[in-house]
Structure formats: C-alpha cells, structure tokens
C-alpha cells in the first residue's frame, strides 16, 4: 500500500463492485476490512445501485444471494438516506454529479467521513477542483498498490 488507511470511511459502489468482483484491488479493500484497519460504511442508494449492477450481469437471483451476503457480513455498514437526503440534494443542485455521488459525498459530509471510490472519475476530480468538498476523496487506485 502507498497510504495506510485507516478509520471510518465511506465506500462508493464502485469500491464494493470492486469487493464483489473479486478484483486485486477489491482483495486488499477486503483485506482492510477483515482485519479491522478500515470501518466501510455505505449509503441505501448505493446498495440499490450494486444490486441492480449485479443484476444487469448475472441476473436478479443471484443479485439478490450477494446483497444478502454483503449485508449479513456486516463489514459495511449502511447509513439510513432519510438523514442525509437534504444534504444530498443541494449537492446535486449545486455540482455535476451523479444523484449516487451526491448521496455518497453527503453521507461523508454529515458523518464526518472521508469518502472513498475505486477510481479516479473526471467529473467528480472536476468538481473537487472547482471547489473541495468538506472532506477527503480518496481513490483507492491511487492509495492501494
């Protein structure tokens, strides 16, 4: 690892699409997680988006068998959208982002998480240097080797 990283952080689905596939870079987040350096968090609406993702590729059934095992592992937990929806809608009123990265940022924001995605994502650097956010955005491509 280039970073440490250790603490609270809030995952994207694109960091537990990473977890799910198996990929190298999903194996070392994994690996964080098991031994407790790393407490992932996630919102509702990213789980929604990681289901249907799963879905689109292997098929609801089986969407649904790896939503259950995710939930039930607890090595995520999930932050109640009802506590962070205002938060998330001024965002996208007022940043061009998707509605699921305007949820996720507000979800860091609110709970005082850094926030972490898979990869870099040409709107949302576009954003960060249009103006920083309230917290880090980390990208796990950049601080997993």
Known sequence: ???????????????????IAGTKLGRKIASLLKGEMVR??????NLVELRYII?????????SEIMDKLI????????????????????????????????????????????MFARREKELESEVRRKPFEIA???ATDVMS
């Open 72 to 115: 039930r592992s607890r090595y995520v937990g999930i932050i109640d959208i009802k506590e962070i929806s205002e938060r998330a809608a001024l965002l996208k009123c007022q940043r061009a982002l998707s509605l699921v990265d305007c949820f996720t940022i507000a979800a860091g924001e609110t709970m005082k998480m850094n926030v």
């Open 55 to 63: 879905c689109r590729k292997a098929g609801w059934k089986k969407a």
């Open 1 to 19: 690892m280039k970073k440490e990283l250790r603490g609270d952080i809030v995952f994207d689905t694109s960091v537990l699409i990473e977890i």
């Open 40 to 45: 992932a968090f996630t919102t509702e609406l």
């Open 137 to 139: 955005i980390i990208f």
